[in-house]
């Protein structure tokens, strides 16, 4: 097939930034959305010009670096798939197709389609981790963990840190990662020590990074190839009222 | 060239534990004298810039990802082995040692894997204590699986995502000691060379990936946590940032490089569906649990899969193998399929792959308890080739995927250049010809968290701090080559793209140096790779320049260094003339056709010292004593 | 009292007093639609009609012991306080989340979300003007052509013959329903309410509560224009 691409362009993060239009053509339906940029981008180098810059690593969907807005929709418009996982079947010969970086203060441009989401590794060094020393931990099956909260953790901790919720949100909130990580290890015993501090420090970050705030869109959800719930936005809302209110700083959660 | 082990005189078993008591210690106000440098963010280099970090070393971590969270250690899916024996199934220590020097086919040292095996307890007691959410049973308590060829349930799991799972905990963990200001964490920011300064490594040179700025970063000890070489094949399960620059610039510097012949393919990825492909995605090898391998008979035969009728159908592993069948280890079930596919009974549209099909699991078990535990898998190949594994048989064929070979590491995971070490892939250590199925999280993790940031405290202990900074005529100068080589490969302004010279270069290796081998084709390969290099030199292109983000750069510099590596990936596996493990030598072949070992000749580490790009190598040996597991050959029938 | 500080700096916080003020504005809207449903009382022997003695009765509930006017003014104060809270908190996070997003995407989201969610800050706005409006016509009387003091129910009718009036009034409670659809909706996951049984409960419930406060308000223009009320 044939495809016409109209890119966003731009050089560093101070550059003004636009769309140019590329053709793509003798496009496979069995090639990955990546493949066809590489195709694009071999023929840009050839005819001396810098290929388009996209941030992209294992191909297989969990690393989290592909991220792009294809025609308005953060990994393009399969579920819960990233971009690399979107293969042109997806597409018709003759399609127009829109390609733009994830937009987001928090998320500033730095190349083409590469945007620097270190944001989000502030957001984790706010508390995103239980604090146990190297070495001290006790027997895995001392604490034995009920199976569904064991299953809860792990359908929040599949977050791969993308920013498609972000990228989706119209408030660019960053709520839905936030909200994952801290779901995540509020469900283990080993997390509920910290837990309600954890809440109260990773919310507190998300603001200061310049996210915005969430409207209970329910667009992040839509936009995550994870499938991860809203669900835990309210039960990170509850965590981070429930600290504020109380007390003292240190109490566990429920 | 020096290869001293330093295995400490202490019987197996109590090894670790006496060396623990006899390497020195720096003193806890002192600690935060000494600064470390951690190159690689994924389970091993993140784990142990955390746990230094913990420590008090003052840590200086470096990734060229845009994030510590993102090494190709997230797509480990499989599982992670520990000796826990919570089944009860009569695993140990002992058992786990013993499996992994057997499945490596005695070319590992015992002492390291003994070790290795010891530690796998501790990790699975961390990783559940960092909130790592594994799989659990209804009793609460945590699940096993058998995993590629083992006879116990030792595997833990976390779904299909493992790797995530275990390199998120690691990754939490260093975002911790980023926040407690023990860590100061370099992203972006590419290793390009290693610093030596009177033998002994103070550095290294990196290039900001975003600014381009290229400079030295001085410590009083270099740990390089960065990984495998498989992408050296171009097609391979690998991520595509995934390059043996970091081991490679160690090389030249002093470091001596191990068995680099040793790469394993995984039997069982989505075969390649066109030329434009970029890489190979695994699907996990668990699938092996419930599907059933299988080509046509006849050759050429062009029916869909559901046509063709029992009769017609050659389950060639559980035909060659009853005992094991569809589990046999991954060495055995590749090539096993590549033979099919050379004899002409490929399956697909390129005729490059063979079955495996679930129908007689659907079957059995029903399509909800097949859904259960494949459904994401079952998925993500819906996904990549648009067949439903449900309805028509899933089709595989081996990539590369792992690579055995690395930095030689001593005991104390220290390569030939004093205060350099070598962590996780990056290492030798404890693989040898072939590594099992679940074993490379272990290792990384054991490396990381267990082992060094114990032994780089004995070696600082014994090592005056340094009072070399970033003015230090090595330094610069070593800036400065560093400076060249990036305007070289921008002044060329060929006529290539910097991909289709690493293509060429994967399918060569591919064809000469891939699953099987021999010398023809490696004395091939050998005049091939000098060539291909001086034409990669004189033609390639490379867009922009060397101030902005500029990923056509960064991938040139990568394929330049895999274009000097090939090369003693080759001498490696023209020299080993045995076969073993994942390196099989068409010439040495048992009457069943398995790899035939010859122990008298090559009971050894093949350790290579760099004499300059295009001299041949020099080839060293660390002879490997077997003295608790004997040497056998592998028999899987 | 610095807890509620530090609540109000947290982007949670400001969102949890916006629940907590719009669940007392909710509270409110449907106190009104039920007085306002004695509009179709009949007239009883004291010849005064229900809907006058009930405005009648807020007047001077209480007293003698709080003066009269007295809790009416108590509530209204009350009421002001919450949409104040309601809606400077509101604007702090749209200014934030505006900040958020500086530019935006060529091609317009396509993501499904309900058009409630989308047009709750300008229907917010529309209700506000909307009540400055009501407040006018019926409370003060400014803008009605035929006031007089404390006979609501003629004022009402009165005010509800104009077309173009009630079709407002339709328009503005349509606004209003669909703000509250998408608020009502929101307040359990703002306060953190995470409860299975309640979330199947919660879009059924928003839906409901909205579609009754609508029919229930649009009732009585509807009866106005049609001549049922007179």
Redesign the interface.
């Known amino acids: 097939m044939n495809l016409t691409l109209?890119v966003?362009r731009q050089?560093?993060p101070r550059d003004k930034g636009g769309?140019e239009t590329y053709r793509a053509d003798d496009v496979?339906?069995?090639?990955?959305f990546?493949?066809m940029l590489?195709?694009v981008n071999?023929e840009?180098?050839?005819a001396?010009?810098?290929?388009i810059?996209f941030?992209?690593?294992?191909?297989?969907?969990?690393?989290?670096?592909c991220g792009m807005?294809i025609?308005?929709?953060?990994h393009g418009p399969?579920k819960?798939?990233t971009a690399c996982?979107l293969?042109m079947?997806s597409f018709r010969d003759g399609d127009e197709i829109?390609i733009?970086p994830f937009?987001?203060?928090?998320f500033p441009v730095?190349?083409d389609l590469?945007v620097?989401?270190?944001s989000?590794?502030r957001v984790?060094?706010?508390g995103?981790?239980?604090?146990?020393?190297?070495?001290?931990?006790?027997?895995?099956?001392a604490t034995?963990?009920?199976?569904p909260d064991?299953?809860r953790?792990?359908d929040a901790?599949?977050c791969?840190?993308c920013g498609a919720c972000v990228a989706?949100c119209?408030?660019?909130?960053a709520m839905l990662f936030t909200a994952a990580k801290a779901a995540?290890?509020s469900?283990?015993p080993?997390?509920q020590t910290e837990r309600l501090d954890r809440a109260?420090s990773m919310?507190?970050r998300?603001?200061e990074e310049?996210?915005?705030?969430?409207?209970?869109?329910?667009?992040c959800q839509?936009?995550c190839p994870k499938g991860i719930s809203?669900?835990y936005?309210?039960?990170?809302?509850?965590?981070?009222?429930?600290g504020?209110?109380s007390k003292a700083g240190s109490t566990s959660g429920d | 060239m020096e290869l001293n082990a330093r295995i400490p005189d202490h019987p197996i078993d109590q090894m670790w534990d006496r060396h623990r008591f006899d390497m020195k210690l720096v003193n806890p106000a002192n600690k935060r004298k000494y600064e470390v440098i951690v190159v690689g963010t994924g389970l091993a280099g993140g784990a142990a810039a955390a746990t230094m970090g913990e420590l008090g070393y003052r840590v200086k971590c470096f990734t060229f990802h845009d994030s510590p969270r993102r090494a190709h250690s997230i797509a480990a899916q499989g599982g992670i082995n520990a000796a826990k024996n919570y089944q009860g199934d009569g695993d140990s220590v002992y058992r786990l040692f013993y499996d992994t020097v057997k499945g490596g086919d005695f070319r590992s040292r015992e002492a390291n894997v003994y070790r290795l095996a010891e530690l796998s307890l501790n990790i699975i007691d961390q990783a559940v204590a960092q909130g790592v959410p594994f799989a659990r049973e209804y009793g609460g308590l945590l699940g096993n699986r058998s995993f590629g060829g083992a006879q116990v349930s030792r595997t833990f799991y976390a779904r299909g995502q493992t790797g995530q799972q275990l390199l998120l905990g690691a990754y939490q963990a260093l975002e911790r000691q980023i926040h407690e200001g023990t860590v100061q964490m370099h992203v972006r920011c590419e290793m390009l060379d290693v610093i030596v300064i009177d033998g002994r490594a103070r550095g290294i040179v990196t290039r900001d990936l975003v600014s381009g700025k290229i400079e030295a970063h001085m410590a009083d000890a270099v740990v390089l946590g960065t990984g495998g070489y498989s992408n050296a094949f171009f097609l391979s399960t690998n991520a595509k940032g995934c390059n043996v620059t970091a081991t490679w610039r160690a090389h030249r510097r002093g470091a001596g490089f191990a068995n680099p012949c040793f790469t394993q393919i995984h039997p069982t990825c989505i075969p390649q569906s066109g030329d434009y492909q970029s890489k190979l995605t695994l699907m996990s090898e668990s699938l092996r649990n419930d599907g059933r391998i299988w080509v046509p008979k006849r050759a050429g035969d062009d029916r869909a899969a559901g046509q063709i009728p029992d009769a017609e159908r050659d389950y060639y592993l559980e035909r060659l193998y009853p005992s094991f069948g569809n589990l046999t280890p991954r060495d055995i079930a590749s090539r096993r399929a590549k033979e099919m596919v050379d004899q002409g009974h490929g399956v697909g549209p390129m005729k490059n792959g063979v079955y495996l099909d679930f129908r007689d699991a659907i079957q059995r078990l029903g399509k909800a308890v097949v859904s259960e535990r494949y459904g994401n898998l079952f998925q993500m190949y819906e996904k990549i080739t648009g067949e439903d594994p449900y309805e028509v048989p899933m089709r595989i064929y081996p990539a590369p995927h792992y690579t055995m070979g690395g930095l030689w590491v001593d005991y104390e995971l220290m390569t030939t250049v004093p205060g350099l070490f070598a962590i996780g892939e990056a290492n030798f250590s404890d693989h040898g010809a072939n590594r099992l199925g679940a074993s490379a999280l272990m290792q990384g993790l054991a490396d990381g968290y267990f082992i060094i940031p114990l032994t780089i405290g004995n070696f600082l202990a014994e090592h005056s701090r340094g009072d070399v900074d970033e003015n230090h005529a090595a330094a610069r100068d070593t800036v400065r080559e560093v400076t060249q080589a990036q305007e070289r490969l921008l002044a060329v302004k060929g006529s290539r793209t910097v991909d289709s010279f690493h293509q060429e270069l994967g399918r060569l290796l591919w064809d000469h140096c891939g699953m099987s081998r021999n010398e023809s084709g490696l004395r091939e390969a050998l005049a091939k790779i000098p060539e291909l290099r001086e034409r990669f030199w004189r033609d390639v292109t490379v867009p922009g320049s060397g101030d902005t983000l500029n990923q056509s750069l960064e991938k040139a510099g990568r394929v330049a260094d895999f274009l000097e590596f090939a090369e003693v990936m080759c001498w490696d596996a023209l020299t080993r003339d045995e076969s073993c493990g994942a390196h099989y030598r068409e010439e040495h072949t048992t009457e069943e056709g398995e790899a035939q070992r010859d122990d008298e000749r090559f009971a050894h580490g093949a350790i290579w010292e760099f004499k300059g790009v295009g001299e041949e190598p020099v080839r060293h040996r660390e002879p490997l004593h077997f003295e608790h597991v004997p040497l056998s050959q592998r028999s899987y029938k | 009292m610095s807890r509620v500080v530090s609540l109000y700096r947290s982007s949670v916080g400001k969102k949890s007093l916006m629940a907590v003020s719009g669940i007392i504005l909710i509270g409110f809207v449907f106190g009104h639609m039920a007085g306002n449903l004695k509009a179709f009382e009949a007239v009883g022997e004291s010849g005064v009609h229900p809907l006058d003695s009930y405005a009648q009765f807020l007047r001077e509930v209480g007293y003698p012991l709080i003066p009269e006017y007295g809790l009416l003014w108590g509530v209204r104060l009350a009421l002001l306080a919450a949409v104040g809270v309601h809606i400077v908190a509101a604007y702090q996070l749209w200014r934030q989340s505006r900040a958020a997003r500086t530019r935006r995407y060529h091609k317009p989201d396509s993501q499904v979300f309900s058009y409630a969610s989308r047009t709750m800050r300008w229907g917010g706005v529309i209700i506000v003007l909307f009540v400055i409006y009501h407040l006018l016509h019926f409370t003060t009387g400014d803008v009605h052509p035929d006031f007089e003091y404390g006979s609501v129910y003629q004022n009402l009718v009165i005010g509800f013959q104009s077309v173009p009036v009630a079709l407002f009034y339709i328009v503005a409670v349509g606004a209003l329903s669909l703000h509250l659809y998408h608020g009502i909706w929101s307040v359990f996951a703002t306060l953190g309410v995470q409860n299975p049984r309640v979330e199947r409960l919660r879009r059924p419930l928003a839906a409901g509560l909205s579609l009754v406060l609508f029919l229930g308000y649009v009732s009585v223009p509807i009866a106005v224009m049609i001549g049922v009320l007179d």
């Open positions: 109209h966003w050089t560093g769309f496979s339906e069995s090639m990955s990546l493949d590489d195709l071999e840009l180098t050839l001396g010009k810098e290929p810059a941030e992209h690593d294992c191909r297989e969907g969990i690393c989290g670096s807005m025609n308005g929709v953060a399969q819960l798939i996982q293969h079947r829109w733009e937009r987001a203060t928090a730095m190349r590469v620097d989401r270190n989000f590794d984790i060094q706010a995103g981790y239980i604090s146990v020393r190297t070495g001290s931990a006790q027997d895995a099956n034995p963990i009920p199976k064991a299953d953790a792990f901790a599949a791969i840190g989706a119209p408030n660019a909130s995540h290890l469900y283990v080993q997390g109260l919310a507190q998300h603001d310049g996210f915005g705030n969430c409207t209970n869109h329910g667009a839509e936009a809203v669900d936005i309210a039960r990170l809302n509850r965590d981070v009222l429930k504020t209110l």
